[in-house]
């Protein structure tokens, strides 16, 4: 797979979760932020080859690459227990299918310290260059659990004492009367279905998101992810 620009590059790189077989950069670019992705390439023992502008556009897909393409491997997934960190923050993404959506509610999540994104299992792969860019690389960063069975997922982190919440507005509470201190899981659906029968099953506590007007439609996912995300991190971080 080729990954494109300086933003996905250097992430692919740092954030560790899929091995990088090759760098092919512009021969003409020598900018600041593209001359310290290729020394990192040379720590970390990654190839590099300097090219003509005319082969990099070849090899390219879209236009906004910059000069700097990199080769990877595919995206390693990571296991719920090694998101379990202390005070952990997990989220459930169900039904986001759209990549630009899917890559701006990572964006936010990672931003406000989430420490594990549980999607159900699908195959991603020809649309990661997209989610990569409308993440801004944080797709690289954030830990991603992918599994057949999200009910399952939940019932087993509730058994390392993680509380779960739901944003649903029925028999729900204020976002911001829940209790968010020690490890959390917010589970959030996508505005056409929303989230399963069976997630909800699993579920805590629902808890709906306060609006100032008398509007009933519910925020889209990455707008409900930015509210509920950075009001865990207000809670753990701000309010003492």
């Known amino acids: 797979m080729i990954i494109e620009g300086n933003v996905s590059v250097k992430a692919s790189i740092m954030g560790k979760k899929r091995k990088v077989l090759c760098i092919y950069v ?9 001359l310290w992705i290729l020394h990192r390439a040379e720590d970390f023992h990654i190839p590099v080859k300097k090219m003509k502008r005319e082969e990099i556009d070849a090899m390219a897909t879209g236009k906004t690459h910059g000069g700097l393409l990199a080769e990877v491997g595919n995206r390693m997934y990571q296991s719920i227990d090694e998101c379990l960190e202390e005070n952990a923050f997990l989220c459930v993404l169900e039904g986001v299918e759209d990549p630009f959506n899917l890559g701006y509610v990572i964006r936010t999540l990672y931003s406000a310290g989430c420490t594990g994104l549980i999607l159900r299992n699908r195959d991603w792969s020809n649309v990661e260059n ?3 860019k409308s993440s801004a690389g944080a797709s690289e960063y954030l830990s991603i659990v992918t599994t057949d ?3 399952n997922a939940i019932r087993y982190v509730k058994t390392k ?5 739901a944003a649903m ?3 729900a509470i204020s976002c911001y009367d829940a209790n968010y201190m020690g490890s959390t899981l917010i589970a959030i659906g996508g505005e056409m279905r929303g989230l399963s029968k069976t997630v909800l099953e699993e579920i805590d506590q629902n808890i709906y998101i306060p609006y100032a007007n008398d509007f009933h439609m519910a925020l889209n996912a ?7 995300a950075f009001e865990i991190y207000r809670q753990r971080h701000i309010v003492r």
């Open 130 to 132: 997209t989610i990569m």
């Open 169 to 171: 507005r029925k028999d």
């Open 26 to 34: 512009d021969e003409k670019k020598h900018d600041k932020d593209t």
């Open 161 to 165: 004492g993680v509380k779960c919440y």
């Open 149 to 151: 069975d999200i009910s």
């Open 222 to 228: 990455a707008g409900a992810s930015a509210v509920l």
